[in-house]
């Protein structure tokens, strides 16, 4: 058979160049010796999104991979402050902080990119200022040794594999069956004010408090931030936000520069992002805050717990497309990057084999290689227990929400690092890493919480758990078929996107990139 004309030739294609996807495309040219393209039509434009880290991740990422992350941070703090005090929380004051002595930082985005492309540049990987065509006629074209990607620009790129990061609303990933993902929902700014009430020093990780509302009645906003919109305390305890704030020093005129960000850590179905606005209005009023200007905001829209990729994708899926976000916190760079890392060295086997006997080169049997390295058992049962923490936040008020964390920051650093860390690769997973380990960190867990808590978290594993919670921490569940039936892509987290009250981009466009802020 006649192989169809290209314009370019590659070991490997990578549609989507956000920082997963780029930092794929250096790993595989600089560490393996791959021949690589990476496609995106917006490979010139800034990454929008905001990024927070812990260090201890960070570090051990730049351990691993060489890159020179630390010079990709716009600042760090040696704290963690949060607010979980009042009602729900077993007596903690609603004044008490709560601090982790845990390094924080925030990635400087566009120190990253920049430091990514140049690498690349310098490795000759191939850039294509272009998206890629997803149905006929411009569909793949998968042969046994390599497949055919139609660029919307017209030219035709022939790779022995082919990496999917273009985002979470990806056409080119199938999903392994159906799932009903939460969805974390924040509305951010950075801003010049005059008094800050927090902790200089400190990150403002999760400030859970709702006193900044009316206990009875309704407040309505005067429209600083936005149109006036009307709030209640019911509603806020019901379907509670928190505040995330990165103090980011004083700047020449003398007031300080903050980034704020009112959060819905996971809900479903999406909460709108004008809600997280007024709240985050109403509390800055309520700290006497005033707002004087403000150079980015940031619409958040992740969903958490989405469907895998089916094993049987012929195209590797990698970051928001692979589903790697955490499904309890919507924490996905460090995982991102982490995962990077195993689909690179898998990858780099395959094609190794594929130089020393190229007509024996199985492009399919290398994929689902890949997608095993990525998706292997301990890691689908380790998410399943996130999935889990995830269901059960959405399901719970401000008030259970409190105790909750409350209890969870008790646990041994270890613990909380690592189910926060959720990856292999990243520092303390080892603590969840198997089931009888997640067994006991749950079990942990339970004890420390206030009785309300407790009540509520042996209700919802019962009742609510299912397959997915006692699968993830029994060993006599875990030989239980794992859904890998196909389902086409959908436009169902285009329709939450909607419903959040955020605009999608043009028709083409990664909508995950181009319009979505994502802060972790």
Not at 49 to 75: I, K, P, Q, S
Not at 163 to 190: E, H, M
Not at 291 to 320: D, W, Y
Not at 457 to 473: C, E, K, Y
């Amino acid at each position: 058979m006649t192989a169809a004309p290209v314009d370019v030739d590659v070991d490997v294609l990578i549609v989507g160049a956000g920082p997963v996807g780029t930092m794929l495309a250096w790993q595989l040219a600089a560490k393996h010796s791959a021949s690589v393209a990476l496609a995106d039509h917006l490979l010139d434009s800034e990454w929008p999104n905001n990024y927070g880290v812990w260090m201890h991740e960070w570090n051990a990422l730049e351990r691993e991979l060489g890159f020179g992350l630390d010079a990709c941070l716009a600042r760090r703090w040696p704290y963690a402050d949060s607010y979980f005090g009042g009602e729900g929380s077993g007596g903690v004051p609603s004044n008490q902080r709560l601090r982790v002595h845990k390094e924080y930082g925030r990635v400087d985005r566009h120190a990253l990119k920049a430091r990514a492309m140049q690498k690349l540049e310098a490795l000759d990987v191939t850039l294509l200022r272009t998206g890629v065509g997803v149905s006929a006629p411009a569909a793949p074209q998968h042969e046994r040794g390599a497949s055919i990607i139609s660029c919307d620009d017209g030219r035709r790129v022939r790779a022995k594999l082919v990496v999917d990061a273009s985002g979470f609303n990806s056409k080119l990933t199938r999903r392994a069956g159906s799932a009903s993902p939460g969805y974390q929902i924040a509305y951010g700014l950075l801003a010049e004010i005059d008094n800050y009430p927090y902790d200089d020093d400190a990150m403002l990780f999760m400030d859970f408090r709702t006193d900044y509302l009316p206990a009875e009645g309704t407040l309505t906003t005067e429209g600083r931030l936005g149109a006036p919109r009307t709030i209640s305390r019911e509603e806020a305890e019901r379907f509670p936000t928190f505040l995330y704030a990165m103090p980011m020093g004083v700047c020449e005129n003398g007031r300080r520069r903050v980034f704020f960000e009112e959060t819905n850590l996971v809900g479903r179905p999406p909460m709108a992002v004008d809600e997280c606005r007024a709240r985050l209005e109403a509390r800055l009023q309520h700290l006497g805050i005033t707002v004087h200007s403000t150079s980015e905001e940031e619409k958040c829209f992740i969903p958490m717990g989405t469907a895998l990729p089916s094993a049987h994708n012929r195209i590797l899926a990698i970051g928001g497309a692979a589903a790697t976000v955490h499904a309890a916190t919507g924490f996905q760079l460090c995982r991102g990057l982490a995962s990077s890392i195993t689909l690179a060295r898998t990858m780099a086997t395959s094609l190794d084999a594929a130089r020393a006997d190229p007509a024996a080169f199985d492009a399919s049997a290398a994929a689902a290689a890949a997608y095993a390295a990525l998706w292997s058992k301990e890691a689908r049962l380790q998410r399943d227990f996130c999935v889990f923490g995830g269901d059960f936040l959405m399901a719970q008020p401000a008030s259970s929400v409190r105790g909750f964390f409350t209890g969870f920051f008790g646990l041994a650093d270890a613990e909380w690092m690592g189910f926060l860390a959720g990856w292999r690769g990243l520092p303390h997973n080892d603590a969840h890493d198997v089931w009888h380990r997640r067994l006991m960190f749950g079990v942990r867990m339970w004890l420390l919480v206030p009785p309300a808590v407790k009540l509520q978290l042996a209700l919802t594993a019962v009742f609510s758990g299912g397959l997915v919670f006692f699968r993830s921490v029994l060993p006599v569940l875990q030989e239980t078929t794992f859904d890998e039936e196909d389902a086409p892509p959908t436009d169902d987290l285009a329709a939450a996107l909607v419903a959040s009250g955020i605009q999608p981009a043009a028709e083409g466009a990664n909508v995950e990139r181009e319009v979505v802020g994502a802060r972790k």
